[in-house]
């Protein structure tokens, strides 16, 4: 069956300096990727979308990379601030059904000033 | 503003007690989902609805009903609550569930506890 890894571990970075998240995902070769940003107790948030035929993505201070061979998304925040701050997931579509996204459990980011 | 809502946000009920969480969103959306957040596990989806009067069942469905009479709402019925569902529960709605991957957008939570 699919199954997705986030580092759970809290990744602490000092302000200014790129975040780098991972997802790694097995057993199947996924359409697209999706990253949601999670503050506590509330909603996931909807960041980036990257297809599997795009090596990359941006969006402002955040960068997606996808490798397929991999099986692998790094999600980068680039001079990062104190207010992101967050649990961030990753999300792929159940292989055969588009309808089923599966998401990893998180990985929770402290930027300290 | 474009959104979901869910009520209520928190709820503290006893078990076999029947309860409904209403969700609403008011962005036309086709499709809609549950989902349930347990430490640990991350989210897991309950049910989901293409569209009105199409419902299926997600990774963890026992204990759960949906119905979606209307395009806008899509309430989480739990029959006979049982300690297990303690949980933060999540809505969520997106243009569709197809293939081109729309984002998903969710409410702000129930905290589900049954005692």
């Known amino acids: 069956s699919q199954k997705i890894e986030q580092n759970s571990e809290a990744l602490n970075i000092q302000e200014g300096k790129t975040a780098t998240l991972t997802c790694n995902y097995t057993n199947y070769s996924p359409a697209y990727l999706q990253w949601y940003r999670q503050d506590p107790g509330r909603g996931p948030v909807f960041l980036l979308l990257?297809?599997?035929?795009?090596k990359e993505k941006r969006k402002e201070r955040l960068k997606v990379t996808f490798d397929t061979t991999l099986k692998q998304s790094l999600f980068h925040i680039t001079a990062s601030q104190p207010a992101d701050s967050a649990t961030y997931l990753c999300?792929?579509?159940?292989?055969?059904?588009?309808?089923?996204?599966?998401f990893g459990a998180g990985t929770r980011l402290a930027v300290h000033p | 503003e474009a959104q979901v809502t869910q009520n209520p946000r928190y709820l503290i009920t006893v078990t076999g007690k029947k309860l409904t969480v209403t969700c609403s969103q008011n962005m036309n959306h086709e499709y809609m989902s549950w989902y349930r957040q347990d430490p640990g596990l991350g989210l897991r989806q309950i049910y989901y609805s293409m569209n009105v009067e199409a419902t299926d069942k997600g990774d963890v469905p026992e204990g759960y009903k949906v119905s979606r009479k209307e395009k806008r709402n899509f309430p989480l019925i739990l029959e006979s609550p049982s300690p297990n569902q303690t949980s933060l529960y999540f809505c969520a709605s997106s243009l569709s569930g197809g293939p081109l991957g729309s984002p998903l957008h969710f409410g702000n939570g129930t905290r589900l506890t049954v005692t």
């Open positions: 990257i297809r599997e035929n795009e």
């Open positions: 999300a792929l579509p159940v292989s055969g059904g588009y309808n089923k996204l599966i």
